[in-house]
């Protein structure tokens, strides 16, 4: 998915039905691909194969740590 992707600014959490912001991955390997994130509930959801995974029980709860490095890797 790409930043300026339109499909962004309707894409909402399911669970709060807020705005969800697109994380990219970092520099350096990492298991991770980008991901959906919602930082009012540290709620991250995975995109596989270019679609974002929106249910309920795809998102992932992150831990202080995991939402410091996210809120730093968000696309503005």
């Known amino acids: 998915m790409k930043p300026d992707d339109p499909l ?26 980008e991901a959906l994130y919602n930082p009012r ?6 995109i596989i194969d270019g ?4 249910l309920p029980a795809s998102g992932e709860q992150v831990s202080d740590d995991e939402h410091e490095e996210l809120l730093k890797r968000m696309v503005p």
């Open 51 to 54: 679609i974002p995974q929106l």
């Open 8 to 33: 962004l600014q309707i894409l909402a959490c399911p669970l709060d039905k807020g705005q969800l912001h697109l994380v990219v991955p970092a520099q350096e390997a990492e298991e991770r691909s």
């Open 41 to 46: 509930l540290r709620r991250r959801y995975p």
